[in-house]
């Protein structure tokens, strides 16, 4: 058995790992949004001020992704569990398109954080805040979008998709880590065992299993058709942004082609593309500190 699960106990060696100051917890705590339909939406929300910024995880991720990031900008903000992620409610048919998402994430942005500066997402959040600013357009002022454009598909996400579609189960939690380790060779054992803390649940059995619902790649596709996942027709959602946009690609990472940079300036000639040297898809958790600098910098 591991000892007992707490998520807020682990900030310090958020902080320590990067080398960041600690001088004792952050004011931090978990609230749920209610939806129309009955389902709830769970948030981290950092500091007691309005929130600054919104930050919106990736697929079969959840808001913890984000601490060393928040620790370092240092500002009220508020990190969201997707649908069927992290302490959020599941969807009863298990589909998480990125614009269904967006409706969902637009509650709760509405509720915590209608006036803030930026909203930041990754990987499926960053298709999802796509559609947040294309669709609730005043809930997004300036946008950063983490290595993902709507070019990205099935061949591209390969790696991430091998990950997803492994066991449900494991004999224990050394297991879990070590199938961790293996698909995130950029990141350190202990940052990783904390993500598998964050992002797992020991069962009565002393069997782990992950915190998400395990959709199926082709269940993000809009139409919900079965076929491998196609975000192709959301680039009319980047045409239809008003907001500047940050566009932050891992140096290390596949997931975004030279042509789908190509294709984004073609419709956003004002978007910012930066590289991120030495990080791959998980630019939060590979280069936390310097994806904190290139945020302040784009918030201004």
């Not at 929300?45 to 620790?71: C, E, F, K, R, S």
């Not at 066991?167 to 598998?196: A, K, Y």
Request: hydrophobic letters at 40%; one cysteine or more.
């Amino acid at each position: 058995m591991t000892t007992a699960y707490d998520e807020f106990s682990m900030f310090r060696d958020n902080a320590e790992e990067v080398g960041l100051p600690y001088d004792g917890p952050p004011a931090v705590r978990r609230v749920g949004v209610p939806l129309p339909d009955g389902r709830s939406l769970s948030a981290l929300v950092w500091g007691d001020g309005d929130p600054d910024i919104v930050l919106l995880h990736g697929g079969a991720q959840n808001a913890h992704t984000w601490d060393t990031v928040a620790l370092a900008l240092g500002r009220p903000l508020v990190a969201i569990d997707l649908p069927g992620h992290g302490h959020s409610d599941w969807r009863e048919d298990h589909r998480y398109s990125p614009r269904s998402n967006a409706d969902d994430v637009a509650v709760a942005v509405e509720q915590l954080a209608p006036a803030a500066r930026l909203v930041v997402g990754m990987s499926l959040g960053g298709m999802t805040s796509i559609c947040l600013a294309s669709n609730h357009p005043k809930l997004v002022q300036k946008l950063a979008i983490v290595d993902v454009t709507p070019g990205t598909d099935h061949a591209k996400a390969e790696p991430i998709i091998a990950f997803i579609d492994g066991p449900e189960r494991f004999e224990n939690f050394d297991e879990i880590l070590q199938r961790t380790i293996q698909f995130n060779p950029t990141r350190s054992e202990s940052s990783l065992r904390r993500g598998v803390l964050h992002n797992a649940a020991e069962q009565p059995d002393g069997s782990w299993s992950w915190r998400y619902d395990r959709f199926r790649p082709e269940s993000l596709n809009e139409d919900g058709a079965d076929r491998p996942v196609d975000f192709g027709n959301m680039w009319e959602d980047v045409s239809a942004i008003t907001a500047p946009i940050l566009l932050l690609r891992g140096g290390l990472s596949g997931v975004v082609g030279d042509e789908d940079v190509e294709e984004f300036k073609r419709r956003q000639p004002t978007a910012q593309v930066v590289v991120v040297d030495g990080a791959g898809h998980s630019i939060q958790g590979d280069k936390p500190l310097e994806l904190a600098r290139l945020l302040e910098e784009f918030l201004g």
